[in-house]
């Protein structure tokens, strides 16, 4: 999604806000600008593409020390160079960079346009800089005039702007786009995301929605948009540079995959209680009885959340035996759903800035539910809003593929799972204790299984050509399918289908051939020997069958065309080891593509918009 860098202090504005925005590539882009005050006036430079082509054609801009960057990931109108951010008012003297969405652009444009004013975009965005403009006209401030414009603004934002009259100031404001402060020497920094600012300083402050900052190199005044003077604490940041750089991999993606073992091991630290065969988890220390008690779970999530969140339907409703309910939360939001009384609202969300799952959240909370998050990113706005919550503890996910976020919020649905398991009785101390052991061990089989990443990639270069894939499985599995079939489809752009696995002869079974590969999730579990005839009837139509089986499966060997091994496990904890050679499989087939695995096309790694 897009992404903002906002700089005034005393070094080279456009050096800071050129690797502030790289910082910021992961997050997906379609085209980049910087505006910096250049001996008095506006110099603006955009471009469709790569912020490395951006640079290129900076001018020489030594001598500024203030301006704001943007990267821009298309919503109103094409990535091209017109539409991409900074965007300026009728004189050129006011620029702003703009995330989120005006919903109500199109009545303002013409509102603005029978006043005189003229626009060169087709953005959204461009109608911020003219009413601005408009009421800095009539109060000469540009704080005011911001304040003043965004009164008359519907829809989400978060937006820096800068000009010429006040050549010392940036104003930002935000509601439902983040946007985070950071405080340093004689200078001070602005950005959507914290990892634009970590290279100069670790003290930040996070803007909540309807909050407005005019930031100089001295200081920064927080106000709500009402102008009333805000105090907020300063936070320090703890995560290192190098942990949201690529560490040696060829690919952020694939760093993740092999960071699973010490990401899942963060997940449950400290929340594993061995002797009692439970779990704890702080952010639910003061609602533990509520969620003991509650009558039904509905689960709100988006895309690899949603999969993680089906995951937890199956093993909440095995083990805990509480009915769960799992929604898209871009469905639930606006069909007026029925809440009652006993029901708990989760969001799974990484970003924590998902804009279906917060106002999903909101709308649950609207209709007067508990609702709670499972979230990755701390501090982020689904975190804020939710009642109560766990965060997962994957730490920064760049590749927009999410993988290691997707095992983490595996883990903490489990913790949540075993948790009430034993709160409602519906196990045993020795079934919970064996639950804690088997999590124990959880960390060195996904070992075992990244160390075999080299089989995974042979299988890919067989495969790559392929144009449709098929993913099957059962019970549990068939999230885990789901799984693997957006990651392929999202990454390398071939068409793959996850599918329950007994489905397959309703429709899915006219598609195969001997050009239809499909992929088996067969473990050795309470489906196993019905999944063994799903795999014998694709055998019979011909197609390649990839299979991912537990160790030793003889059975399998003798149906299988490929098979790759995972460590044998509980089956509520399978998803765990069993994604991750599909995401091994989908990383090597779009390498050998020659796709961008990290910001593969026209996707997003926080999606605030609808
Ligand atoms: C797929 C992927 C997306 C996200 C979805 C929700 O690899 O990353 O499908 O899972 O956009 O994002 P979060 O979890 O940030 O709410």
């Not at 786009?177 to 290279?199: C, H, Q």
């Not at 061995?274 to 220390?285: E, V």
């Not at 080891?577 to 026209?602: F, M, T, W």
Request: one cysteine or more; charged letters at 25%; hydrophobic letters at 40%.
């Amino acid at each position: 999604m897009c992404g903002i860098v906002g700089y005034v202090g005393v070094k080279n504005a456009s050096k800071v806000l050129i690797e502030g925005l790289k910082r910021l590539e992961y997050r997906g882009y379609d085209s980049a600008g910087i505006s910096v005050l250049l001996n008095g006036h506006l110099a603006i430079s955009k471009t469709p593409g790569k912020v490395s082509r951006l640079e290129k054609m900076l001018p020489d801009a030594g001598s500024s020390v203030i301006g704001i960057g943007h990267t821009r990931w298309a919503t109103h109108g094409e990535p091209n160079t017109v539409n991409a951010h900074p965007h300026t008012d009728c004189s050129g003297r006011i620029a702003i960079i703009h995330n989120g969405i005006i919903e109500n652009y199109s009545a303002l444009r013409t509102k603005l346009a029978s006043m005189g004013h003229a626009f060169k975009s087709q953005t959204d965005t461009e109608v911020l800089a003219h009413l601005i403009e408009e009421f800095n006209k009539r109060f000469m401030n540009l704080e005011i005039a911001v304040r003043l414009a965004l009164k008359e603004v519907d829809g989400t934002f978060g937006i820096v702007v800068m000009s010429e009259s006040e050549p010392d100031v940036l104003v930002a404001a935000r509601r439902g786009s983040p946007l985070v402060i950071g405080l340093g020497d004689s200078e001070n920094l602005i950005a959507s995301d914290a990892s634009a600012l970590i290279k100069h300083t670790r003290e930040v402050i996070y803007l909540h929605d309807n909050e407005i900052a005019v930031i100089t190199k001295e200081k920064v005044q927080l106000k709500n948009l009402e102008d009333e003077a805000v105090e907020r604490e300063t936070e320090h940041l703890t995560f290192d540079l190098e942990q949201i750089e690529k560490g040696g991999y060829a690919h952020f993606m694939l760093k993740e995959i092999h960071e699973q073992p010490d990401t899942v091991l963060n997940s449950m630290r400290g929340r594993l209680i061995d002797a009692d065969g439970i779990s704890m988890m702080g952010g639910l220390r003061e609602v533990e009885e509520k969620i003991a008690k509650a009558r039904r779970f509905v689960i709100l999530a988006c895309g690899t959340s949603w999969h993680a969140a089906l995951v937890g339907k199956y093993i909440i409703e095995q083990y805990a035996k509480i009915p769960v309910e799992v929604d898209y939360a871009s469905e639930f939001r606006y069909r007026n759903p029925v809440l009652l009384d006993g029901d708990i609202v989760w969001a799974i969300s990484q970003s924590g800035e998902t804009l279906d799952t917060l106002a999903a959240l909101r709308e649950a909370k609207k209709k007067g539910a508990d609702a709670y998050g499972i979230v990755n990113v701390v501090g982020s706005t689904i975190a804020r809003e939710s009642d109560a919550g766990v965060y997962i503890h994957a730490g920064p996910e760049i590749g927009v593929a999410s993988t290691k976020a997707f095992t983490s919020q595996l883990v903490v649905l489990n913790l949540i799972n075993l948790y009430l398991a034993r709160k409602r009785k519906s196990i045993t101390l020795e079934q919970g204790k064996e639950i804690v052991e088997e999590m124990h061990r959880i960390p060195d089989k996904i070992r075992k299984i990244v160390e075999n990443a080299g089989q995974v990639e042979s299988i890919a270069e067989e495969f790559k050509e392929s144009r449709n894939f098929l993913y099957l499985g059962r019970g549990v599995n068939f999230p885990v399918a789901l799984e693997g079939a957006l990651k392929l489809k999202e990454i390398s752009y071939i068409h793959a289908e996850g599918y329950p696995a007994a489905e397959m002869k309703h429709g899915p079974i006219a598609l195969i051939d001997e050009n239809m590969p499909a992929v088996f999730i067969a473990l050795r579990d309470s489906t196993y020997d019905k999944i063994l005839s799903n795999i014998q009837e694709v055998r019979a139509r011909k197609g390649n069958v990839i299979v991912i089986a537990n160790e030793a499966d003889d059975r399998l060997k003798e149906l299988a065309d490929h098979i790759i091994e995972v460590p044998t496990t509980l089956e509520a904890l399978s998803p765990i080891l069993s994604v991750i050679p599909l995401q091994l499989l989908s990383y090597y087939i779009a390498v050998k593509r020659g796709c961008n695995v990290d910001q593969p096309r026209n996707l997003a790694k926080s999606v605030t918009v609808e």
